[in-house]
């Protein structure tokens, strides 16, 4: 050891600030009562009077001291002196504390119960020279080297000590949640499949491309605060394309193609406001009326990322998801093909077992409820969602009249729930997740 250090405790007592204003003052309070107490006597209002704030301690203890005494035989009592002199023994112990003297403890004693003294503590370390000490700093060799050994060094070198019990660190490897191996599979399918990745880079929508593009009423439910998530600020969005907002407007407000419209009047700061995308679908009205300027092919089209609903969160339920979304733009689509087309793109994700329901959506018809066998509950559980987009959304775009678009969504963590036989989706993604399940999640499936 270099340095060697002792903790040293010290105290001493020392004035309270009472204390310290009487020996400023040159007088106790009790000294102050007695000297203000007349020969012939004084009533007690008259001496708080004389004496102001030293009146009540002074009083006190002047009366302990047997200076003074109350007289009730005249009427109203008075204050008299009854010794001759009053001797002020506390004040040169104060002034005695105030230079460090030691006094003894039965004085001491007694300016601690008038709260006229307290005990001051402090600690300081001392430092001295260890048994290692030295001017410089040696480092300790740690391997016996050829140079040592040549020159006779190694007798006076100092060498670090080897510690055979430590351990060495632990080799931590990744893990990956699975979550990102079902969203990975999706991706891989996809791509298997021919479809091109759409760009899902923003979470914040206008109503407009999340909605209206869509062909969704501005009264229906989901445009509702109570099921989508709106912006404070920015709060709107205002470019557009203008000649193709006044074609959807239109067919909001009269129809087309063979519809009759909603008959309202559309609103454009409804479709102004923002939102957090309630689903992917927004990226896919972009895309699709980007393919009608750019001139119209086939393609085929996919994106996975977040979208946000205000929902309710429970066992097979959350405010904040993933959605898979697949779509085919070609002349002469149908029903069929969209079957054909989710049955193959199931049964590659591991999910044979698929029925599917007739089902509402404003923005396709037909459209179908996809459901799966979940092993674990033993029921059927919805999937996705899937159908044909409408006329009026594909028609004010620019696309021709013989392209039809066959579409279909759904979220990532059901499938992965069946997949690895989760009950609770809270148990898969939420700030409660186990950890060590993301560690012991198997690494492959054989059904995949």
């Keep these: 050891m270099a340095m060697m250090i002792q903790e040293v405790k010290h105290s001493k007592w020392a004035l309270t600030d009472e204390a310290k204003l009487n020996v400023k003052q040159g007088k106790m309070p009790e000294t102050i009562v007695y000297e203000a107490v007349k020969p012939e006597g004084i009533s007690l209002a008259a001496l708080k009077a004389a004496v102001g704030k030293a009146a009540d301690i002074g009083f006190k203890q002047a009366m302990q001291k047997k200076w003074i005494a109350v007289d009730k035989s005249g009427g109203e009592p008075l204050i008299k002196r009854i010794a001759d002199d009053a001797e002020d023994i506390v004040l040169p112990m104060l002034k005695a504390v105030e230079q460090?003297?030691?006094?003894?403890?039965?004085?001491?004693?007694?300016?601690?119960?008038?709260?006229?003294?307290?005990?001051?503590?402090?600690?300081?370390?001392?430092?001295?020279?260890?048994?290692?000490?030295?001017?410089?700093?040696?480092?300790?060799?740690?391997?016996?080297?050829?140079?040592?050994?040549?020159?006779?060094?190694?007798?006076?070198?100092?060498?670090?000590?080897?510690?055979?019990?430590?351990?060495?660190?632990?080799?931590?490897?990744?893990?990956?949640?699975?979550?990102?191996?079902?969203?990975?599979?999706?991706?891989?399918?996809?791509?298997?499949?021919?479809?091109?990745?759409?760009?899902?880079?923003?979470?914040?929508?206008?109503?407009?491309?999340?909605?209206?593009?869509?062909?969704?009423?501005?009264?229906h439910p989901a445009r509702d605060a109570h099921d989508t998530f709106f912006l404070s600020h920015p709060a709107k969005c205002t470019t557009f394309p203008e000649e193709y907002l006044e074609r959807v407007r239109d067919t909001h407000e009269n129809g087309g193609f063979g519809s009759f419209g909603y008959g309202y009047n559309w609103k454009r700061s409804e479709a102004e406001k923002n939102l957090l995308r309630t689903h992917t679908t927004a990226v896919s009205s972009r895309m699709l009326y980007k393919l009608a300027q750019e001139g119209f092919r086939p393609a085929k089209y996919f994106s996975i990322d977040r979208v946000f609903r205000n929902e309710a969160v429970d066992r097979t339920h959350l405010a904040e998801f993933h959605q898979v979304e697949g779509l085919i733009c070609d002349r002469g689509l149908s029903l069929a093909d969209l079957i054909g087309v989710l049955r193959d793109f199931f049964a590659r994700l591991g999910l044979p077992k698929l029925r599917f329901k007739p089902a509402y959506n404003p923005y396709t018809e037909p459209s179908m409820e996809i459901f799966s066998y979940h092993e674990a509950l033993g029921k059927w559980v919805e999937v996705g969602n899937s159908g044909m987009f409408r006329p009026e959304m594909l028609r004010p775009m620019g696309l021709p009249e013989d392209c039809s678009v066959i579409a279909w969504g759904l979220g990532v963590e059901r499938p992965t729930m069946i997949l690895y036989e989760y009950d609770n989706i809270r148990d898969l993604f939420s700030h409660k997740v186990n950890l060590s399940m993301i560690k012991e999640n198997p690494i492959c499936r054989i059904n995949m």
Aim: hydrophobic share 35%; glycine share 6%.
């Design 100 to 219: 460090n003297e030691q006094l003894p403890s039965t004085d001491i004693d007694g300016l601690k119960k008038r709260k006229l003294v307290a005990l001051e503590t402090w600690t300081t370390f001392l430092l001295t020279k260890g048994p290692e000490f030295a001017l410089e700093k040696k480092k300790k060799a740690t391997d016996l080297t050829f140079e040592m050994i040549q020159n006779g060094t190694w007798r006076a070198q100092e060498f670090k000590e080897y510690n055979f019990k430590a351990l060495g660190t632990e080799v931590r490897g990744g893990h990956l949640h699975p979550l990102l191996k079902v969203r990975t599979q999706f991706r891989k399918i996809f791509l298997q499949m021919g479809f091109e990745e759409m760009p899902t880079n923003n979470y914040v929508e206008s109503s407009f491309w999340n909605f209206d593009a869509l062909f969704q009423p501005q009264q």
